[in-house]
């Protein structure tokens, strides 16, 4: 099942941080700082805010001790994002950003409930340096 989400005119912005252009040998490309841990209300703006770029954005995967309960797709602007649920350890600050060819991008996940000073801290770093 879909869930069917608000324009993403009416989203709030990404809380969201990239590593330069050109930084393609990073393993992690950049730092969100999601307001909640709900993804069908936090996936839209993240999507909506990345860079063109980094083209159509098909499947997401996250961690399953990262976030609540969510569909197995969601409508995003006018196309379909599959979520993909793991349970990986070593991921579970991360989320996957997979274009239809599976080519993939990284994020780390900063919790939405870290306070602002060290979260602005950690996202400025990720994008700096990468991870």
Do not use: C
């Not at 990239?18 to 709900?38: I, K």
Request: hydrophobic share 50%; charged share 20%.
């Amino acid at each position: 099942m879909a869930a069917v989400l608000q324009p993403p005119s009416a989203l709030p912005a990404a809380r969201l941080r990239l590593a330069p252009r050109g930084a393609v040998s990073l393993r992690v490309l950049g730092a969100w700082w999601p307001r909640s841990h709900y993804l069908i209300t936090e996936l839209p703006s993240l999507i909506s805010a990345l860079p063109e770029e980094w083209g159509k954005i098909a499947t997401v995967t996250v961690n399953t001790q990262m976030w609540a309960e969510a569909p197995g797709r969601i409508l995003v602007g006018h196309h379909v994002v599959r979520l993909l649920r793991e349970s990986v350890w070593q991921r579970r600050h991360t989320v996957g950003l997979f274009e239809p060819d599976h080519y993939r991008r990284d994020l780390l996940v900063v919790p939405p409930e870290l306070a602002a000073a060290d979260a602005e801290y950690l996202m400025a770093a990720v994008a700096a340096y990468g991870l």
